[in-house]
């Protein structure tokens, strides 16, 4: 069983930054890859960032490449994702997901995600 529970999401104004972290249970946490994803009201939950499980490859959607930045810290069973440059349109609930069956992380449908946080409140103010 894994559990995620995500932290650090909050209210920032556009322009300014953001880090979220997600803390995993267990101790297999380098088992498997993990994965962002956001949900903005009236939207689809839509796929943000991943990430390997050593941590040497990560994969971002096009209007995060440049601004988001997504790293783990397997001693810490943590994974984060650093926000910069953020807009009004990045308003939304974030997740973090891991998935044991993962090998190729540019994959980003999330159902190929196993296990999923409860997700924090991001807010963007123009």
């Known amino acids: 069983q894994v559990q995620l529970v995500e932290s650090g999401g909050g209210l920032v104004q556009a322009g300014g930054s953001l880090r979220v972290s997600c803390a995993a249970s267990g101790r297999t946490f380098s088992s498997y890859a993990m994965g962002w994803f956001r949900q903005a009201p009236g939207k689809e939950r839509e796929f943000v960032a991943a990430i390997s499980r050593s941590g040497i490859t990560t994969y971002y959607a096009d209007s995060m490449k440049g601004r988001f930045t997504i790293s783990r810290d397997n001693a810490k069973n943590t994974a984060y994702l650093q926000m910069n440059n953020l807009k009004p349109e990045d308003t939304a609930v974030y997740y973090c997901?891991?998935?044991?069956?993962?090998?190729?992380?540019?994959?980003?449908?999330?159902?190929?995600?196993?296990?999923w946080g409860q997700g924090t409140q991001v807010t963007v103010s123009s």
């Open positions: 997901a891991a998935g044991p069956r993962i090998v190729d992380v540019t994959t980003t449908s999330e159902k190929l995600y196993d296990y």
